[in-house]
């Protein structure tokens, strides 16, 4: 089964079930006669976006919706207290303890400008695809980042 086929198939079960984590998400995959690797999804679930929430007293897998992104955006943009940067690199300071979420959050854009980024504590370090898209680069960071 492909991909898009695969993630048509964990948004309908996440629609249907109420899933708390991988390996439950995994065992109803494999009822309905699909065999995943647990990597594979993983990688779905990272891809889709898939967040744990607490609802009732307990976690659930869910998928999230627009709405949801603007809210982590928002979220996201609270977290950063600064962005600088070089000829080569650009640096987001964020509240203490932050920079992983800031850092996951502009890896999951997947930006063809953005080769990578290293999160510290309160830094994260983002690698552009070319220092020759600095400029837009920034002008990326700040339109991802932003409180609204």
């Given at each position: 089964?492909?991909?898009?086929a695969r993630?048509?198939?964990?948004?309908e079960i996440?629609?249907?079930?109420?899933?708390?984590?991988?390996?439950?998400?995994?065992?109803?995959?494999?009822?309905?006669?699909?065999?995943?690797?647990?990597?594979?999804?993983?990688?779905?679930?990272?891809?889709?976006?898939?967040?744990?929430?607490?609802?009732?007293?307990?976690?659930?897998?869910?998928?999230?919706?627009?709405?949801?992104?603007?809210?982590?955006?928002?979220?996201?943009?609270?977290?950063?207290?600064?962005?600088?940067?070089?000829?080569?690199?650009?640096?987001?300071?964020?509240?203490?303890?932050?920079?992983?979420?800031?850092?996951?959050?502009?890896?999951?854009?997947?930006?063809?400008?953005?080769?990578?980024?290293?999160?510290?504590?309160?830094?994260?370090?983002?690698?552009?695809?070319?220092?020759h898209n600095?400029?837009?680069?920034?002008?990326?960071?700040?339109?991802?980042?932003?409180?609204?």
């Amino acid at each position: 089964m492909n991909k898009q086929a695969r993630h048509f198939k964990i948004r309908e079960i996440l629609q249907r079930h109420s899933v708390e984590n991988q390996h439950d998400l995994l065992q109803l995959l494999r009822e309905q006669g699909m065999s995943v690797a647990q990597a594979t999804l993983s990688r779905d679930c990272a891809e889709l976006g898939l967040m744990r929430v607490r609802v009732n007293g307990s976690y659930r897998m869910v998928v999230p919706d627009d709405n949801a992104g603007r809210i982590i955006k928002g979220l996201v943009g609270i977290e950063v207290l600064s962005i600088n940067a070089n000829e080569t690199t650009v640096i987001i300071r964020t509240l203490p303890g932050r920079a992983h979420g800031v850092g996951s959050y502009l890896d999951q854009l997947k930006s063809p400008l953005v080769l990578g980024t290293i999160a510290g504590d309160d830094t994260v370090l983002v690698i552009p695809a070319s220092v020759h898209n600095i400029s837009s680069l920034i002008a990326y960071i700040h339109s991802n980042l932003s409180k609204t």
